[in-house]
């Protein structure tokens, strides 16, 4: 998250810990290593082995090509988009500020993205600044999406196969392989559905975090869930970024610490048109969900995620 000169500095390396976690494993994901170190509800140890029957360029080929489908078809989606951004209190542990916007992503007459405020309380941060920056991350990061097409980009590494909740997922680390200037990137770990190869889950933050004087530009490490919609693809739904940021001050000023707390929400999903068919492996699945996926698998996202 983009914040103005008020406060600039560094990301801290560590998290606050989650007042409230669902069962299978929220706070394990915000520091992921706990979930293979501890006894964490949801998550299975991860076996480093190489995936059997298929090979590590294999299933990245197939994971692009499925990200780069998915994103395709999430332009045709209308849905509703929750923004809530806090300041958190060290004295009590309480918001001593927020920021608050409900937007309809929808589509006009003519067929063109249409993005429609329906609530938008007055904004009480005082210690962060919001700026239009901001809901680029929104947008194109948090929900992040690795399509064949940007897949060059990144190095992408895999780590292994893991049980998450009731699916078998492979993980893989991403990162950039060259920072361009202008450009941010997603950089962290991404749990990739065996079957679907969509992701289903991703933890990390975005990169470069910039720390030029006047041009501050910093973001705290965040996880965001997936949920299989209408049967085909997993959507971003839910994200929560969470960490305390710590400023050195400069020009006389007084180094000072900033727990953020963000919460995105993405629900509401309804397809608002179809224009082109999708064809994977050869198959036309415009109207189907991945050949051999398992029609009642259940979301990978907590039912009931921390607020």
């Given amino acids: 998250m983009k914040y103005s000169a008020i406060v600039a500095g560094l990301l801290a390396g560590s998290l606050v810990p989650l007042s409230a976690a669902p069962a299978w494993g929220f706070a394990a994901v915000l520091n992921p290593d706990a979930a293979q170190s501890q006894n964490i509800a949801g998550f299975g140890p991860l076996d480093p082995s190489p995936p059997s029957g298929i090979t590590v360029d294999e299933i990245i080929q197939k994971f692009g090509a499925?990200?780069?489908?998915?994103?395709?078809?999430?332009?045709?989606?209308?849905?509703?988009?929750?923004?809530?951004?806090?300041?958190?209190?060290?004295?009590?542990?309480?918001?001593d500020g927020e920021y608050m916007q409900v937007t309809d992503i929808t589509?006009?007459?003519?067929?063109?993205?249409?993005?429609?405020v329906v609530f938008a309380p007055?904004?009480?941060?005082?210690?962060?600044?919001?700026?239009?920056?901001?809901?680029?991350?929104?947008?194109?990061?948090?929900?992040?999406?690795?399509?064949?097409e940007e897949m060059s980009q990144y190095d992408v590494k895999y780590l292994g196969r893991q049980k998450v909740d009731e699916l078998d997922t492979y993980v893989f680390d991403a990162g950039p392989k060259t920072l361009v200037k202008g450009?941010?990137?997603?950089?962290?770990?991404?749990?990739?559905?065996?079957?679907?190869?969509?992701?289903?889950?991703?933890?990390?933050?975005?990169?470069?975090?910039?720390?030029?004087?006047?041009?501050?530009?910093l973001q705290p490490p965040f996880t965001t869930y997936y949920e299989q919609i209408d049967g085909k693809y997993w959507f971003p739904t839910y994200t929560k970024a969470e960490g305390v940021l710590h400023f050195p001050g400069g020009g006389g000023g007084m180094a000072q610490d900033v727990h953020m707390k963000n919460i995105v929400k993405y629900t509401d999903y309804k397809q608002f048109r179809a224009t082109s068919r999708i064809i994977y492996d050869g198959q036309d699945i415009t109207n189907n969900r991945a050949p051999e996926a398992d029609q009642n698998k259940q979301p990978a996202p907590p039912a009931n995620p921390p607020k």
């Fill in 66 to 95: 499925r990200e780069s489908e998915f994103s395709r078809a999430r332009d045709n989606y209308i849905f509703r988009q929750t923004v809530r951004v806090q300041t958190i209190s060290e004295d009590n542990g309480r918001p």
């Fill in 107 to 116: 589509f006009d007459k003519q067929g063109r993205r249409n993005e429609h």
């Fill in 122 to 148: 007055q904004n009480s941060l005082q210690r962060v600044t919001m700026t239009p920056a901001d809901f680029e991350e929104i947008e194109h990061r948090l929900p992040f999406v690795l399509t064949a």
């Fill in 183 to 217: 450009k941010r990137y997603f950089q962290g770990k991404v749990w990739v559905d065996q079957r679907d190869y969509q992701i289903v889950l991703i933890n990390g933050q975005t990169v470069p975090q910039d720390m030029r004087k006047g041009h501050e530009d």
